[in-house]
């Protein structure tokens, strides 16, 4: 990771000098933007669900309450777990267009006999470096720069491809219908969306690697869980769990809120379909239900030590109740010192311990390629 970041500044600042030549200038940002921090001071990104209006869920199993799973053995089938995480910095502007730097990792962990070990992958890579510009906002400046970075390097992304380049370049404004250049605002919030993306994609291409690799077809007990949402699980294979970790908005309405608020530890909730999914295609829905991992901790509110778990759409109550078994069997050890342990189990905490460094590794580079920046800017006197 750090030759690759070495490369990923040697590209940047390559074009960069491109840029200078021919009167281009990317302007410093005062200090170092950290989206992540701006963005997402409320909850983790990867926690972030959908930002939609919370109407009726459609309820699978009758009538809505809550539900024992019954005591669990201390088993689990839950061996495989795959988690991603992120890092973006705005280093500057071409005029009024963010300019972003993105790091993205992720990984999918195999526990056997107690002990953890990272699932060698062919592809695609554990950690993806890009740049992020609005480049069909119309500007000039950013697309002569875009031409720069392409011959610097640097790589496009189709719009439904996995990513197997390191290095990438990314229109922040690609899906808007009308962007404005001038709305800077905008065009930074767009960039952090596209990081997220970017991140969902890589861990995307992992879990399809997941289910062609033989070594989990042979093993057919073996299950995955995956951090946040499921997005996406092939008909070819069904063995698989996503976890959102933070219930910052409730799938419930009306008195079903408050049998969520009072649902005791180790039991669920009745299933059900959240009502954004309800209105997307069959292929975009899932089953998911609330489960309590730990009594409400001091300080935390009533949503607190909630976990709201996705499945495939077909799955029974009978299984839902098995699945909740092996996630209260994940219980020990705790994900500590992590503030979301409550509703955090320890191999995705782990995932992500291993993952970290990768990103934090990028942050320097980050700091090298402001330096260059200011070093570079007009103001002071150098082209």
Not at 27 to 47: H, K, N, Y
């Amino acid at each position: 990771m750090g030759r690759t970041s070495k490369d990923f500044v040697g590209k940047i600042s390559e074009a960069l000098t491109g840029a200078g030549r021919r009167g281009i200038y990317v302007t410093a940002g005062v200090g170092s933007c950290d989206l992540e921090a701006q963005q997402f001071s409320r909850r983790p990104p990867e926690d972030e669900e959908e930002q939609v209006p919370v109407g009726r869920p459609h309820h699978l199993e009758s009538p809505p309450g809550p539900r024992d799973p019954g005591s669990h053995d201390g088993t689990s089938r839950l061996c495989y777990f795959l988690d991603g995480v992120q890092s973006s910095r705005e280093i500057g502007r071409i005029g009024m267009s963010p300019v972003v730097v993105a790091t993205v990792a992720a990984a999918i962990v195999n526990r056997c006999d107690r002990r953890f070990s990272r699932m060698p992958l062919e592809s695609p890579p554990v950690a993806v470096q890009a740049m992020i510009l609005p480049r069909s906002a119309g500007d000039a400046q950013v697309e002569a720069f875009w031409e720069l970075l392409l011959d610097a390097g640097f790589s496009e992304l189709g719009p439904d491809e996995v990513p197997s380049s390191p290095h990438l370049i990314l229109d922040s404004a690609e899906y808007m219908e009308e962007a404005d250049p001038s709305d800077y605002v905008g065009m930074r919030e767009r960039s952090r969306v596209r990081v997220r993306a970017l991140r969902e994609r890589l861990e995307g291409g992992m879990l399809r690697q997941w289910e062609l690799d033989d070594r989990t077809m042979e093993n057919s007990e073996s299950w995955i869980a995956v951090d946040g949402q499921l997005k996406d699980i092939r008909e070819s294979n069904r063995r698989a769990i996503g976890l959102i970790k933070s219930v910052a908005r409730p799938e419930f309405v009306g008195k079903d809120v408050g049998m969520l608020l009072d649902l005791e530890p180790g039991m669920r909730t009745t299933s059900f379909v959240p009502d954004w999914q309800l209105r997307r295609g069959p292929s975009e829905q899932r089953t998911s239900w609330y489960l309590r991992i730990w009594p409400r901790q001091r300080g935390a509110d009533a949503l607190g030590s909630l976990m709201r778990v996705e499945a495939p759409r077909d799955t029974g109550p009978e299984q839902i109740d098995e699945i909740s078994r092996w996630i209260l069997a994940e219980r020990a050890p705790l994900s500590k010192p992590d503030p979301r342990w409550p509703a955090m189990i320890y191999p995705i905490h782990y995932v992500e311990k291993i993952l970290k460094p990768l990103v934090q590794s990028s942050e320097r580079a980050y700091s090298k390629l402001e330096r260059h920046l200011a070093s570079a800017s007009p103001a002071n006197g150098r082209n």
